[in-house]
């Protein structure tokens, strides 16, 4: 049973910077990619960035020169900064894994961007 746990999501004052981490069960190579979407309260959940097993790096456009993603493969682990937030960015971060169409969600972590 493949798991992936987020971690990181707390309260932070608009302009701070967090760093989410996802730790994977498996290898994270035995996956096409590593993805990390967002869902705000009564909103549809959204893809926010991805890393694939090549290396390609994927931004939605409201993160780019933002957010960064990354990995350490050692870890089977990925990671999210987030610089410049915005109260906008508040949401549950959820990492999913996916093999072609199957596809595999964490728990999710909550980050807040408030004064």
């Known amino acids: 049973q493949v798991q992936l746990v987020e971690s990181g999501g707390t309260l932070v004052q608009p302009g701070g910077s967090l760093k989410l981490s996802c730790a994977v069960s498996e290898n994270i190579f035995n996956f096409n990619a590593i993805s990390w979407f967002r869902q705000a309260p009564g909103k549809e959940r959204d893809f926010v960035a991805s890393?694939?097993?090549?290396?390609?790096?994927q931004y939605a456009d409201s993160v780019k020169g933002r957010f960064t993603i990354s990995r350490d493969n050692a870890k089977n682990t990925v990671y999210l900064q987030m610089n410049s937030l915005k109260p906008e960015d508040t949401a549950a971060y959820l990492c999913n894994a996916n093999i072609l169409t199957r596809h595999y969600w964490g728990q999710g972590t909550h980050v807040t961007v408030s004064s």
């Open positions: 890393i694939n097993v090549g290396g390609k790096i």
